[in-house]
């Protein structure tokens, strides 16, 4: 079955600079959700789209900005990275918010 | 302010050794609560929804029961191979398109 995409899954990144983060979300599924998970921690809730719609937002910093498109794909924008900004981002998707939530393997961000 | 808290934070059990992993949870309005298994480096893996109090579900060696405090995760004769963290998440009414996970338990299962 398919699931959802992320790329890249892996990239580096000097301190100040941008960064963006893809997600395909599961067929059909039309929401998206963004979260942030820092080595030995568990995920953060950053931001979630429905409809192309913002629908709830989390401890997103301000740097961070993120959009939902037509094709129901969606980019997270990082800029003025920081070095604490390392982490692991995952997103997921559901068919409709209410329904289970299912995760992408992550796209890993190193900040030097 | 809706918590969810796991325990314990590591476990570590012999092959074939029984037991259970607790979340237990207080928000506004609980809409769902979810069991996921983690691989390190891995994404979240979906394993069980519970909705309401007296629910319960079963997968292979695992069955989840939820009461209106708390959620356990029951491990039956567990394989090294159901080594990993498992993380419970919660979505409520005040937050419907979140999930707030709790910290996780790390289960080692050897042989």
């Known amino acids: 079955a398919a699931g959802v995409i992320q790329s890249p899954r892996h990239l580096i990144k000097e301190k100040r600079e941008t960064a963006t983060l893809k997600c395909y979300p599961i067929p059909r599924h039309d929401t998206v959700y963004w979260y942030q998970q820092g080595p030995g921690q568990d995920p953060q809730f950053l931001i979630s789209f429905y409809e192309k719609m913002q629908s709830d937002k989390g401890s997103i910093p301000d740097r961070f900005s993120a959009q939902q498109f037509s094709d129901y794909h969606s980019e997270l924008n990082m800029s003025s990275l920081e070095l604490g900004d390392s982490a692991l981002y995952f997103c997921a998707s559901s068919q409709e918010a209410g329904n289970t939530i299912y995760f992408g393997e992550g796209s890993w961000l190193t900040v030097v | ?111």
Do not use: M
Not at chain 2, 71 to 96: M, N, Q, W
């Open chain 2, 1 to 111: 302010e809706d918590q969810v808290t796991q325990s314990p934070e590591a476990l570590r059990l012999q092959e074939g050794e029984s037991s259970s992993l607790n979340c237990s949870y207080t928000v506004s309005g609980l809409r769902g609560l979810f069991w996921y298994r983690q691989d390190p480096g891995k994404g979240p893996e979906f394993l069980f929804t519970l909705y309401s109090a007296g629910e319960e579900k079963e997968k292979e060696r695992l069955k989840a029961t939820l009461t209106k405090k708390e959620s356990f995760l029951h491990i039956t004769a567990p394989k090294p191979e159901d080594s990993a963290t498992y993380l419970c998440a919660v979505r409520t009414s005040g937050g419907y398109n979140k999930l707030i996970f709790g910290a996780g338990t790390r289960l080692a299962v050897h042989p």
